[in-house]
Structures are given as structure tokens and as C-alpha cells.
């Protein structure tokens, strides 16, 4: 199975409740995104900068790399480009890096449409890159797309 | 039953004039979407949130441009926040007033700076001012019992 059609599994799997990670340190966007999914019944889990998604993810520094069962299983990751510290990219290539999260499919959100940081982001692995402020029918498209190929 | 009926116009009128000044966009309207019974408080709710994390942007600004030597780059990741924010809610105006303000900081103006921070506080009250007007009708015409009308 092609890392594409895993990540539409890793999608599919949790049924109609998928577990998304939001990243952002934006306090406000993250209550939006968080309601955003929730009303497109997603469970939420937040977090305001990329060390303490990596945390959360089992992927900390000092956390053993072994498996992705934070809690409840992670099927998406949608994170901010603009952050400070780490950025949503650094942040992107560090699940893509890891052995167990790399299947797991990253959006990128950014209030500056700016082609060749889309390009980056997307030829470094992210599903999808949507442009802020985010609104329903952006969080609809993406949960669309990423149950395309869902039988 | 008149009162109720006055009472929605007046927010109607009131509603549309916002957006027709420019003090709110669409994206005010997609936040309304998102309240249901679930959350009937949701948009009231992220109001306070961006006025109580902007009133901490606007001192963080007036300290950080009062430094000896300003640190254009902390100024504007305030700003960067700031414009994050309001866009996020609609303010349209505020977020206007940040879009102008980040032009001066690349210059590294501080005089134009100082005049940015001035309006982008103006924007900010202005809005603050009017939503609470916007929020005070919504709350009259429930206490009257009537439901708030949707402005699509």
C-alpha cells in the first residue's frame, strides 16, 4: 500500500471520528480550528507550538519513538506555517522524518500565500496547504479529499 | 410583539452597517455559522478571547517600541499576531490598521510606527466598542423574546 492510500486508511480507519492534532500559537485560530473540525465531527487535541506537538506525538526528544498511541491515535495533523521556535515546515519535516508518524497526512495553514513556501510544504509531504483564515468549506474540502478514497 | 420587531431592525441596520464601513468581513459571518445550541456562546466567547489577547499586543507594542533601541523584528511578530487574529474574526479594520503597521516596520520607522500603533488602538476600541453595541442588541431582543435574526 503507497504512502498515499495509507494516509487515506490512517483517515478512514477512526470512521467518522478522526483524531486531529492542531498546532498553532495563535490562541484565537486555535479555538476556531478546534471548532472548525469538531462541527466536521473530529475530535480536537491543540497545541500551541511544535515541541509540545511533538510531545504529544511521542516524538519529544526524550520520548521513546515507539508508537502512535498518544492517548488516542492521531489520523491528522493540521499546523501553522508561521510559528515561533520551530515552524509548521520544521515541524512538518520532523513527522515525515519519523518512523511512526510519516504516514499520517499533514495540513498547512498560512495567512500569506506565498508559492514557493506552498511548493516546500507540499514537496515535503504535506496533504494539503489552505490559506487563512480558515472557514467551513475549507475544513469540508479537506475532509473531502481526505476520504477520497474511502470505499 | 412591535418591540421585538424594532428591536431586530435596529440590529439589521446596525449589522449591515458594519460591514458596509469595513469594520467587518465575511469571515465575521463564517464565526456566526459556526454557534449552534452546542456552543450558543461561540462567537461571544472568541470575541472576548481576541480583545483580552490584543489589549496584552497593544502594551506588549507601546513597551517595545519605547526601548532605546526597538526591536523591529519583535514589533512585528506582534503585529504578525495581531493581524492573525483580527482576520480570524472579521475585524477587518484592525486588521487593516496591522497590514499598514507592518509596511512601517520593515522600514523601520519609528516615528510612522508610533502612528501605526496610535490607530491600530483607535481600530481596536472602535471595534470593541461597536461589537459590544452589536452584542447588547442581540441580548435585548432574546430578553424580549425574540431570536436573533441570521444575516447571511
Do not use: W
Request: net charge negative.
Amino acid at each position: 500500500m503507497d504512502a498515499a492510500a495509507s494516509s487515506q486508511k490512517a483517515m478512514v480507519d477512526h470512521g467518522d471520528q478522526p483524531h486531529v492534532l492542531a498546532v498553532d500559537d495563535n490562541l484565537i485560530d486555535r479555538k476556531l480550528v478546534e471548532k472548525l473540525l469538531k462541527n466536521s465531527s473530529c475530535k480536537v487535541t491543540t497545541a500551541e507550538n511544535g515541541l509540545r506537538a511533538l510531545e504529544y506525538l511521542g516524538l519529544g526528544d526524550d520520548q521513546k519513538n515507539t508508537s502512535n498511541d498518544s492517548g488516542l491515535k492521531v489520523n491528522l495533523i493540521i499546523t501553522d506555517y508561521c510559528m515561533p521556535g520551530m515552524t509548521g515546515y520544521e515541524l512538518l519535516k520532523k513527522i515525515k522524518e519519523s518512523s511512526i508518524m510519516k504516514e499520517v497526512p499533514v495540513v498547512i495553514m498560512s495567512s500569506e500565500n506565498i508559492p514557493t513556501r506552498i511548493n516546500k510544504c507540499l514537496e515535503e509531504g504535506a496533504q494539503m496547504f489552505m490559506l487563512k483564515p480558515i472557514k467551513q468549506s475549507d475544513v469540508k474540502e479537506l475532509r473531502c479529499r481526505l476520504m477520497k478514497y474511502s470505499s | 410583539m412591535d418591540a421585538i420587531v424594532q428591536l431586530q431592525r435596529q440590529f439589521v441596520d446596525y449589522t449591515t452597517s458594519l460591514y458596509r464601513d469595513g469594520f467587518l468581513d465575511d469571515q465575521f459571518t463564517q464565526l456566526q455559522k459556526l454557534q449552534d445550541e452546542s456552543n450558543p456562546d461561540f462567537v461571544v466567547e472568541v470575541v472576548n478571547l481576541f480583545f483580552e489577547d490584543s489589549e496584552k499586543l497593544l502594551n506588549n507594542l507601546a513597551t517595545a517600541l519605547q526601548q532605546q533601541i526597538v526591536d523591529y523584528k519583535q514589533v512585528d511578530a506582534h503585529v504578525h499576531q495581531f493581524k492573525g487574529s483580527s482576520s480570524s474574526i472579521g475585524a477587518q479594520r484592525v486588521k487593516n490598521a496591522c497590514v499598514a503597521f507592518r509596511n512601517y516596520c520593515e522600514e523601520r520607522d519609528p516615528e510612522g510606527c508610533v502612528r501605526c500603533l496610535q490607530q491600530l488602538k483607535r481600530e481596536h476600541y472602535l471595534m470593541k466598542s461597536k461589537l459590544e453595541t452589536l452584542f447588547r442588541l442581540e441580548q435585548q431582543i432574546l430578553a424580549a423574546g425574540g431570536s436573533v435574526p441570521m444575516m447571511t
